[in-house]
């Protein structure tokens, strides 16, 4: 259950928080790989390269992108415990053509 809390939001809102993006970015789907049972104390690190960003900005044309990103979790001596692929959703906010009309 940590293990899920632990990774959920980290890439959801490193991408939200974009310089200049105006952008939908979603956490669609976590998958686990419990790989063996651990004890104690766990830690995983969460890092994005700013060349790995880059492929991550929203089309401009609206198309969506699932971008993946790995994680894994490690007990106090390094052991793998388990696996984590973070997938997101990542779209432009469509921008509405309509052009409001004054009242009077």
Do not use: C
């Not at 998958?31 to 991550?56: C, H, M, N």
């Not at 089309?59 to 973070?86: M, T």
Request: net charge neutral.
């Amino acid at each position: 259950m940590a293990s899920r809390l632990m990774s959920a939001p980290f890439y959801m809102l490193t991408l939200l928080h974009l310089p200049g993006e105006d952008s939908l970015v979603w956490d669609q789907a976590t998958e686990f790989e419990y790989l063996t049972a651990g004890r104690g104390t766990v830690s995983a690190e969460f890092g994005v390269e700013a060349a790995e960003i880059a492929p991550q900005r929203a089309p401009a044309d609206g198309s969506k992108l699932l971008p993946e990103f790995l994680v894994e979790i490690r007990d106090r001596n390094a052991e793998v415990l388990a696996g984590v692929r973070n997938r997101l959703y990542v779209r432009r906010k469509k921008r509405s053509g309509a052009v409001p009309v004054p009242a009077g």
